[in-house]
């Protein structure tokens, strides 16, 4: 049987948007936390970031997605098909007045500017962004530039294995942008502290949801000579996994790393070998969980919680054991180690990262 996976599909129309289970009074009962989370077009199957947010959704309610009964109900999730429409999807959400409304991801950071501070009444939690300063806007900030910096770190230690001669390593990321803008600068860092010479090449695909261009960027760079490349674009990157596949099973040395969740099975070509290296785990899962307790708890408060490695809330995957041996994981573990002792302090920023001896000067990274 199909598993019940869908979001509210949303053209946002002069009409307006009928949602699944009515507003917060038709739904539920007292002591309930009723909640949305309003993500981009990849929707909650990108199998990356937005599917993340929302298996901590799942978690928080304590159903699964093939055993989700109070959905539609207690919780759903909604899709905004066009970051032009976002501020009227969000302002359309808030309306149905739930407990807490999640938008995800930097595209709705102007959408949430606006209308958080026209409803101060409405808790938000909002992933990916911070520094809004408001009391109803819980910001869960990820520290990305550390567990990127970790899955760098082993593709360039499997590149010298391989005995890989001028290795070259690309990132594909989605939106420019801050965030996006940590997950490269910590991978090119910890690329460079292995291999100080690599050559970096970079792409932005402008979408969350476009992983043709992906892979056919990935093709292009494979063909050259680029030996892994680290997507952090939502569901585009599964285009550089799908390009990865099909090279490594005509038998070609090319890899890729996932993202935000672990992609190792994605990449699978046979039952027992997978084209994603590792991937970097950043744990929006657990963002969403927090902020959910907070409501229902009665203690959510406005502001910035940063979660890095220390809080266990990003790093890096082992499960492709064929391809990373214990040897290798050993001397990851010793540069996790110096990041949690702060012996090792990264750029997170562009600007920051330049100052660096060595560090590519002609990125197509932003900071803002």
Do not use: H
Request: with cysteine; proline share 3%.
């Amino acid at each position: 049987m199909k598993k019940i996976s869908f979001c509210i599909l949303l053209s946002i129309l002069l009409t307006g948007v009928v949602f699944a289970g009515g507003n917060k009074a038709e739904a539920g009962k007292p002591g309930d936390i009723i909640s949305r989370m309003v993500c981009d077009e990849s929707g909650i199957d990108d199998k990356s970031f937005n599917q993340s947010a929302w298996e901590g959704v799942l978690r928080y309610y304590g159903e699964t997605r093939d055993n989700s009964p109070n959905r539609g109900k207690l919780y759903d999730a909604v899709v905004g098909q066009n970051k032009d429409q976002y501020e009227a999807l969000l302002q359309q959400v808030t309306d149905e007045g739930y407990d807490l409304v999640i938008p995800t991801g930097t595209s709705f950071d102007e959408a949430v500017k606006v209308v958080a501070r026209r409803n101060p009444n409405q808790k938000y939690l909002y992933i990916d962004e911070g520094g809004f300063g408001l009391p109803n806007v819980l910001s869960a900030v990820f520290s990305e530039q550390e567990g990127s910096y970790l899955v760098g770190v082993v593709a360039a230690l499997k590149a010298k294995a391989d005995g890989i001669v001028n290795p070259q390593f690309g990132f594909i990321g989605g939106m420019q942008g801050a965030v996006i803008t940590r997950f490269e600068m910590g991978y090119i860092q910890g690329i460079l502290s292995v291999i100080p010479d690599a050559k970096i090449l970079d792409y932005y695909a402008g979408s969350w949801s476009d992983p043709g261009s992906a892979k056919t960027k990935a093709k292009t760079w494979y063909d050259s000579g680029v030996y892994a490349i680290f997507s952090a674009a939502g569901s585009t990157g599964n285009g550089t996994i799908a390009q990865a596949k099909e090279y490594r099973a005509q038998g070609k040395n090319v890899w890729a790393i996932g993202v935000d969740s672990d992609q190792y099975a994605d990449g699978l070509y046979t039952a027992a070998d997978s084209a994603v290296l590792t991937s970097m785990i950043k744990r929006v899962d657990s963002a969403t969980f927090y902020g959910l307790s907070q409501v229902k708890a009665g203690t959510f408060q406005g502001g910035d919680r940063i979660l890095g490695m220390k809080e266990d809330a990003v790093g890096y995957t082992t499960t492709n054991t064929k391809a990373m041996p214990q040897s290798l994981i050993s001397q990851v573990e010793a540069k996790k180690q110096d990041i949690l002792s702060g012996k090792l302090a990264l750029a997170a920023t562009y600007a920051e990262a330049k100052r660096i001896s060595g560090f590519p000067q002609d990125l197509s990274a932003l900071d803002d």
